[in-house]
């Protein structure tokens, strides 16, 4: 069974203090790992779609890496606006269905 | 409109009553689902529907039935809501299902059962 696991729950940082989250999955073929952002009564956001291994996208203060178990989302520096629950999901199968992990709730403190 | 727009936006609903979420996109995207995200479980799929005309179950359908009569709307049923459908719950949609696909989502509705 496909598994998405993402660490840590929730993290803390003060502005300026760079850090990383982690998604780890478990699938039988990955076509994709997407990357989302949601904010405190909406609905997600998409930041980035990786396709295989080695892959790197950025946005703005965001980095986003694959292998072939885990992804990262870097926080370069990041500001209060950064605030918000980071999601991944895999897909997997080829008709899309994505597999969503319980999300990294992180709080950027001035 | 622009994106995906859902209603109601927040609903409270007495245990058994009849409930319809609506779901509706201008982005002529071929494909669109429903979720629902509760504390610590994240985001599970409800439904989806590949393209007009076609619907399918996806992680969590028990109590629940959609329909996808255009393109546009997606609605989401709940025949006889029961206090475990107390959730948020997220339409979604993409350009299509097969290959690499982004999905988009709706600003979501919260539906409280008593």
């Known amino acids: 069974e496909d598994q998405v696991t993402q660490s840590p729950e929730a993290l803390r940082l003060q502005e300026g203090e760079s850090s990383s989250l982690n998604c780890s999955y478990t699938?039988?073929?990955?076509?994709?790992l997407f990357w989302y952002r949601q904010d405190p009564g909406k609905g997600p956001e998409f930041l980035f779609t990786l396709y295989s291994a080695g892959e790197e996208k950025e946005k703005e203060r965001l980095k986003a890496t694959l292998t072939k178990k885990e992804s990262f989302l870097h926080i370069t520096a990041p500001k209060p606006e950064d605030s918000a629950t980071y999601l991944c999901?895999?897909?997997?199968?080829?008709?899309?269905?994505?597999?969503f992990g319980a999300g990294t709730q992180v709080v950027v403190t001035p | 409109i622009a994106g995906i727009t859902q209603a109601p936006t927040s609903q409270i609903l007495a245990a058994g009553r009849r409930m319809t979420l609506r779901c509706t996109q201008d982005m002529r995207h071929n494909a669109m689902y429903w979720y629902r995200q509760d504390l610590g479980l994240g985001l599970r799929l409800i439904h989806y529907?590949?393209?007009?005309?076609?619907?399918g179950k996806g992680e969590v359908p028990d109590g629940y039935s959609v329909s996808r009569a255009n393109t546009d709307d997606f609605p989401l049923t709940l025949a006889s809501a029961v206090p475990s459908q107390t959730s948020v719950y997220f339409c979604?949609?993409?350009?299509?299902?097969?290959?690499?696909?982004?999905?988009?989502f709706g600003p979501g509705t919260r539906l409280t059962v008593l």
């Open positions: 699938v039988s073929g990955l076509r994709g």
């Open positions: 979604a949609s993409s350009v299509g299902t097969g290959g690499y696909n982004e999905q988009f």
């Open positions: 529907s590949n393209t007009a005309g076609t619907t």
């Open positions: 999901a895999v897909q997997a199968s080829f008709w899309g269905k994505l597999q």
